[in-house]
């Protein structure tokens, strides 16, 4: 049987400053109110966004930025 397995390409720092890099970027991802962490390639979003669809986008270019899971926390509501 073939499986892909996801393997990190980056280390783990790399992989949360390009996340952060990728989220600067967005026009619709508000990235100071998102905490960022990664643990063996897989990132955790923390913090709070003004919608799903925010939310959303912000897993989105977790994974653009190479991320091979993403862990979603974020809360909607008003930002601090």
Request: overall charge negative; charged content about 30%.
């Amino acid at each position: 049987m073939d499986y892909d397995i996801a393997i990190a390409t980056k280390s783990d720092v790399e992989l949360a400053e390009d996340i952060e890099r990728q989220m600067r970027w967005s026009p619709i991802v508000e990235s100071r109110n998102i905490e960022v962490s990664v643990n063996n390639g897989v990132a955790m979003l923390t913090g709070k966004v003004d919608s799903p669809f925010e939310s959303m986008k912000a897993t989105e270019e977790a994974y653009e930025a190479g991320a091979i899971d993403v862990t979603n926390e974020l809360e909607f509501g008003t930002k601090p």
